[in-house]
Nanobody, 127 residues
Framework: QVQLVESGGGLVQAGGSLRLSCAAS????????MGWFRQAPGKEREFVAG????????AYGDSVKGRFTISRDNAKNTVYLQMNRLMPDDTAVYYC????????????????????WGRGTQVTVSS
């Protein structure tokens, strides 16, 4: 297993930006596909972004495409989520996820595929 700790959440005005970070420890980070999910009050947990072990294959939820960017730094055991042009609908708890993978280019978008979860960081976007 890998331990995941998110940081970087906070309060921001609509149109602003935040960068979330997720530090991983416990296993070899480079063998993990990583991602972000979010959950707003009263809503289902939804896929936000994912990045394969390769670091070049990425995937995004429809609601964040063109605004959010996921990246990873294997030397720092960290995955990032750059969030631009934030909207009030982006308000949620954001969770970092990981899955140990043999496949180098695969990304999963369903929550059931990820066994390692962080505790979450709150992002609040005011209008």
């Amino acid at each position: 297993q890998v331990q995941l700790v998110e940081s970087g959440g906070g309060l921001v005005q609509a149109g602003g930006s935040l960068r979330l970070s997720c530090a991983a420890s416990g296993r070899t980070f480079s063998t993990y596909a990583m991602g972000w999910f979010r959950q707003a009050p009263g809503k289902e947990r939804e896929f936000v972004a994912g990045i394969a072990r390769s670091g070049t294959n990425t995937a995004y939820g429809d609601s964040v495409k063109g605004r959010f960017t996921i990246s990873r730094d294997n030397a720092k055991n960290t995955v990032y989520l750059q969030m631009n042009r934030l909207m009030p609908d982006d308000t949620a708890v954001y969770y970092c996820v990981g899955r140990n993978m043999q496949l180098f280019h695969v990304i999963y978008t369903n929550r059931e595929s990820y066994g390692d979860w962080g505790r979450g960081t709150q992002v609040t976007v005011s209008s």
